[in-house]
T-cell receptor
Framework: ETGVTQTPRHLVMGMTNKKSLKCEQH?????MYWYKQSAKKPLELMFVYNFKEQTENNSVPSRFSPECPNSSHLFLHLHTLQPEDSALYLC?????????????FGQGTRLTVV | DQQVKQNSPSLSVQEGRISILNCDYT??????FLWYKKYPAEGPTFLIS?????DKNEDGRFTVFLNKSAKHLSLHIVPSQPGDSAVYFCASGGSTLGRLYFGRGTQLTVWP
């Protein structure tokens, strides 16, 4: 248990559905991240939030829409996804400090788009 | 352009012997290096780290070595145990970069 909780753990959705992934941490961390892990690929950074402000969008398609209402919660809103978007979506958080400080990951949401 | 590279997708080692996982990086701004371990259907968990001012950091059976001139780091696990079987990710970051960069991972299998 890392203190970063993701829900749901598994999600199957159709290409016309709208769903949201949720990430929550009460570790006092200021930065939160969404990563995507597809088979045989490295962890791909999608978004970075620092003190609720988005600081990085790694050329992610607009069908992925992040939301960070406060430093403890991070959402990833999904709509009109494609089958190739099926992957493990990981949320992470890290404490204040110099860049590169240890990040804590949630257990991930296994997303399948049908 | 991948700034952190793990060129071996898999490694198989007998129980009790040493496992050596390798990682190369390209960005000279990196000054902090970490290894994460990931079991199936779980998120990565932090294992061990090293800053650029050191060349070795040891924690029990795990030792990370850093060769800055070669931009190379390695993780040694000795003795290896079947429970060490997992995917190991190398990650690097820098004080001015604000985030971590991950390699593709190496699947370690330790067999009895």
């Amino acid at each position: 248990e890392t203190g970063v909780t993701q829900t749901p753990r598994h999600l199957v959705m159709g290409m016309t559905n709208k769903k949201s992934l949720k990430c929550e941490q009460h570790l006092g961390h200021n930065a939160m991240y969404w990563y995507k892990q597809s088979a045989k690929k490295p962890l791909e950074l999608m978004f970075v939030y620092n003190f609720k402000e988005q600081t990085e969008n790694n050329s992610v398609p607009s069908r992925f829409s992040p939301e960070c209402p406060n430093s403890s919660h991070l959402f990833l809103h999904l709509h009109t996804l494609q089958p190739e978007d099926s992957a493990l979506y990981l949320c992470a958080s890290s404490p204040p400090g110099p860049g590169g400080t240890e990040a804590f990951f949630g257990q991930g949401t296994r997303l399948t788009v049908v | 352009d991948q700034q952190v590279k793990q060129n071996s997708p898999s490694l198989s080692v007998q129980e009790g012997r040493i496992s050596i996982l390798n990682c190369d990086y390209t960005n000279s701004m990196f000054d902090y290096f970490l290894w994460y371990k990931k079991y199936p259907a779980e998120g990565p968990t932090f294992l061990i780290s090293i800053s650029s001012i050191k060349d070795k950091n040891e924690d029990g059976r795990f030792t990370v070595f850093l060769n800055k001139s070669a931009k190379h780091l390695s993780l040694h696990i000795v003795p290896s145990q079947p429970g060490d079987s997992a995917v190991y990710f190398c990650a690097s970051g820098g004080s001015t970069l604000g985030r971590l960069y991950f390699g593709r991972g190496t699947q370690l299998t330790v067999w009895p």
